[in-house]
Protein backbone atom coordinates (compact mmCIF):
# COMPACT_ATOMS: atom_id res chain seq x y z
CA UNK A 1 0.00 0.00 0.00
CA UNK A 2 1.20 3.40 -1.07
CA UNK A 3 -0.34 6.82 -1.22
CA UNK A 4 0.29 10.02 -3.40
CA UNK A 5 -2.19 12.90 -3.50
CA UNK A 6 -4.40 11.71 -6.10
CA UNK A 7 -5.19 8.20 -4.61
CA UNK A 8 -4.15 5.24 -1.89
CA UNK A 9 -2.96 2.37 -4.21
CA UNK A 10 -2.96 -1.31 -2.86
CA UNK A 11 -0.87 -3.45 -5.22
CA UNK A 12 -0.54 -7.57 -4.66
CA UNK A 13 2.21 -9.54 -5.31
CA UNK A 14 1.84 -10.07 -8.90
CA UNK A 15 1.60 -6.27 -8.92
CA UNK A 16 -1.58 -5.63 -10.31
CA UNK A 17 -3.46 -2.84 -8.50
CA UNK A 18 -6.72 -4.33 -5.46
CA UNK A 19 -9.92 -4.20 -6.75
CA UNK A 20 -11.60 -1.21 -4.94
CA UNK A 21 -8.23 0.83 -6.02
CA UNK A 22 -7.18 3.49 -5.80
CA UNK A 23 -8.86 5.56 -3.58
CA UNK A 24 -9.58 8.87 -5.08
CA UNK A 25 -10.53 12.02 -2.99
CA UNK A 26 -13.64 13.65 -4.61
CA UNK A 27 -12.33 17.14 -4.56
CA UNK A 28 -8.31 17.83 -4.05
CA UNK A 29 -6.21 15.96 -2.97
CA UNK A 30 -5.08 13.49 0.16
CA UNK A 31 -2.12 15.11 2.20
CA UNK A 32 -1.11 12.42 5.25
CA UNK A 33 -2.38 8.98 5.62
CA UNK A 34 -2.09 5.93 7.73
CA UNK A 35 -2.33 2.06 7.66
CA UNK A 36 -4.70 1.80 11.28
CA UNK A 37 -4.52 -2.05 12.60
CA UNK A 38 -6.30 -1.27 16.22
CA UNK A 39 -6.20 -4.84 17.84
CA UNK A 40 -3.45 -6.59 15.51
CA UNK A 41 -5.86 -8.99 13.88
CA UNK A 42 -5.56 -7.47 10.31
CA UNK A 43 -9.02 -5.62 10.63
CA UNK A 44 -7.02 -2.54 8.46
CA UNK A 45 -8.45 0.84 8.76
CA UNK A 46 -6.88 3.46 5.48
CA UNK A 47 -7.07 6.87 7.04
CA UNK A 48 -6.63 9.74 4.86
CA UNK A 49 -6.41 13.45 5.25
CA UNK A 50 -8.38 15.35 2.67
CA UNK A 51 -6.91 18.69 1.64
CA UNK A 52 -10.26 20.01 0.62
CA UNK A 53 -12.28 19.20 4.01
CA UNK A 54 -9.68 19.85 6.15
CA UNK A 55 -10.92 16.16 7.94
CA UNK A 56 -9.99 12.77 8.14
CA UNK A 57 -11.94 10.06 6.31
CA UNK A 58 -11.76 6.32 6.88
CA UNK A 59 -11.63 3.34 4.58
CA UNK A 60 -11.52 -0.35 5.05
CA UNK A 61 -11.74 -3.53 3.11
CA UNK A 62 -11.72 -3.01 -0.95
CA UNK A 63 -12.29 0.53 -0.66
CA UNK A 64 -15.37 0.83 1.33
CA UNK A 65 -16.58 3.81 4.19
CA UNK A 66 -16.09 2.87 7.24
CA UNK A 67 -19.17 2.69 8.96
CA UNK A 68 -19.64 4.19 11.83
CA UNK A 69 -16.81 6.98 11.57
CA UNK A 70 -17.20 10.38 11.25
CA UNK A 71 -14.47 13.06 11.90
CA UNK A 72 -15.56 15.89 14.53
CA UNK A 73 -12.96 18.24 15.38
CA UNK A 74 -13.07 19.95 18.88
CA UNK A 75 -13.86 23.90 18.69
CA UNK A 76 -10.83 25.69 18.02
CA UNK A 77 -9.42 23.16 15.37
CA UNK A 78 -8.75 25.07 12.22
CA UNK A 79 -10.23 22.91 9.37
CA UNK A 80 -9.19 25.05 6.91
CA UNK A 81 -4.90 24.25 7.82
CA UNK A 82 -3.77 21.17 6.13
CA UNK A 83 -3.46 18.21 7.92
CA UNK A 84 0.43 16.85 7.49
CA UNK A 85 0.37 13.94 9.66
CA UNK A 86 -1.86 11.27 10.91
CA UNK A 87 -0.53 8.16 13.29
CA UNK A 88 -2.36 5.44 15.76
CA UNK A 89 -1.40 5.62 19.24
CA UNK A 90 -2.34 2.37 21.84
CA UNK A 91 -1.55 3.92 25.05
CA UNK A 92 -3.10 1.06 27.84
CA UNK A 93 -6.43 0.05 26.85
CA UNK A 94 -7.11 3.23 24.42
CA UNK A 95 -6.52 3.98 21.03
CA UNK A 96 -5.63 7.92 20.01
CA UNK A 97 -5.30 8.35 16.33
CA UNK A 98 -2.97 11.52 16.41
CA UNK A 99 -3.75 14.41 13.72
CA UNK A 100 -0.92 17.00 12.78
CA UNK A 101 -1.77 20.38 11.20
CA UNK A 102 0.47 22.81 9.38
CA UNK A 103 -0.45 25.15 11.83
CA UNK A 104 0.78 23.19 14.63
CA UNK A 105 -2.38 22.42 16.06
CA UNK A 106 -2.67 18.43 17.64
CA UNK A 107 -5.97 17.00 17.42
CA UNK A 108 -6.40 12.93 19.75
CA UNK A 109 -9.65 11.38 17.98
CA UNK A 110 -11.12 7.88 19.02
CA UNK A 111 -11.57 5.50 16.40
CA UNK A 112 -15.71 6.84 15.79
CA UNK A 113 -13.49 10.52 14.87
CA UNK A 114 -14.89 12.16 18.10
CA UNK A 115 -12.33 14.26 19.91
CA UNK A 116 -10.89 11.38 22.81
CA UNK A 117 -8.65 14.24 24.20
CA UNK A 118 -7.22 18.03 23.87
CA UNK A 119 -3.74 18.93 24.09
CA UNK A 120 -1.83 21.83 24.13
CA UNK A 121 0.83 21.03 22.68
CA UNK A 122 1.84 22.42 19.08
CA UNK A 123 4.13 20.53 16.78
CA UNK A 124 6.17 22.15 14.15
CA UNK A 125 4.90 19.69 11.12
CA UNK A 126 7.90 20.17 8.32
CA UNK A 127 9.08 17.04 9.70
CA UNK A 128 7.44 13.45 10.97
CA UNK A 129 6.83 13.78 14.98
CA UNK A 130 8.17 10.85 16.82
CA UNK A 131 6.47 9.22 19.62
CA UNK A 132 7.74 8.07 23.34
CA UNK A 133 4.53 6.07 24.87
CA UNK A 134 3.35 5.63 28.55
CA UNK A 135 0.67 3.65 29.62
CA UNK A 136 -1.51 6.94 29.48
CA UNK A 137 -1.76 10.25 27.39
CA UNK A 138 -0.30 12.28 30.20
CA UNK A 139 3.09 9.82 30.39
CA UNK A 140 3.37 9.87 26.70
CA UNK A 141 5.76 12.65 24.65
CA UNK A 142 5.76 13.59 20.98
CA UNK A 143 9.14 14.61 19.57
CA UNK A 144 9.57 17.03 16.80
CA UNK A 145 12.29 19.39 15.47
CA UNK A 146 11.23 23.22 15.64
CA UNK A 147 11.72 25.62 13.04
CA UNK A 148 15.20 26.46 14.44
CA UNK A 149 16.38 22.71 14.27
CA UNK A 150 16.16 22.70 17.70
CA UNK A 151 14.74 18.78 19.02
CA UNK A 152 11.81 19.36 21.53
CA UNK A 153 10.05 17.20 22.89
CA UNK A 154 6.85 17.40 25.40
CA UNK A 155 3.80 15.51 27.10
CA UNK A 156 0.79 15.26 25.26
CA UNK A 157 -1.64 15.18 28.06
CA UNK A 158 -0.26 18.35 30.21
CA UNK A 159 1.84 20.03 27.26
CA UNK A 160 5.22 19.99 30.06
CA UNK A 161 8.32 20.11 27.73
CA UNK A 162 10.96 17.16 28.81
CA UNK A 163 13.30 15.13 27.95
CA UNK A 164 15.81 15.64 24.97
CA UNK A 165 13.78 19.32 24.36
CA UNK A 166 17.11 21.61 23.49
CA UNK A 167 19.55 18.98 24.29
CA UNK A 168 20.61 18.89 20.84
CA UNK A 169 19.72 20.35 17.28
CA UNK A 170 18.62 17.83 14.19
CA UNK A 171 18.01 17.31 10.41
CA UNK A 172 16.11 14.83 11.15
CA UNK A 173 15.09 11.81 13.61
CA UNK A 174 14.44 8.04 14.27
CA UNK A 175 13.64 5.74 16.26
CA UNK A 176 15.18 2.13 16.56
CA UNK A 177 16.59 -0.37 19.97
CA UNK A 178 19.98 0.80 19.35
CA UNK A 179 21.39 -1.00 22.41
CA UNK A 180 19.45 -4.04 22.34
CA UNK A 181 17.16 -2.99 25.88
CA UNK A 182 14.16 -3.48 23.93
CA UNK A 183 13.22 -0.20 24.36
CA UNK A 184 13.13 2.11 21.33
CA UNK A 185 16.20 4.80 21.55
CA UNK A 186 15.89 8.07 18.87
CA UNK A 187 18.49 8.25 16.82
CA UNK A 188 19.21 12.07 15.37
CA UNK A 189 21.58 13.77 12.21
CA UNK A 190 22.52 17.07 12.45
CA UNK A 191 24.59 18.06 9.54
CA UNK A 192 25.88 14.23 8.37
CA UNK A 193 26.19 13.52 12.37
CA UNK A 194 24.58 11.07 13.84
CA UNK A 195 23.97 10.37 17.66
CA UNK A 196 21.58 7.87 19.88
CA UNK A 197 19.68 8.91 22.75
CA UNK A 198 18.69 6.23 24.83
CA UNK A 199 15.60 6.20 27.25
CA UNK A 200 17.08 8.24 29.74
CA UNK A 201 18.03 11.01 27.45
CA UNK A 202 21.55 9.91 27.57
CA UNK A 203 23.59 9.90 24.73
CA UNK A 204 24.99 6.24 23.61
CA UNK A 205 28.48 6.20 22.72
Not at 35 to 46: E, S
Not at 132 to 160: H, M, N, P, Q, Y
Amino acid sequence: MFCESSGLHLVDVKGREVSGFPIKPSRGTWTAWALVDYDATRNFRYLLASEFSGLVMNFRGEGEVTTGWKHRPDDGIDVSSTICHLRHLRLGSKDYIYVGRANGQVELLNRSGATRATTPVRVNSQKAPLFRKGKDLKGTSVIFIDGAGWVREFTLGEGEEVGLSGITRADRIEQRDVDGDGLEDVVTWFRGERMFWNARNERIE
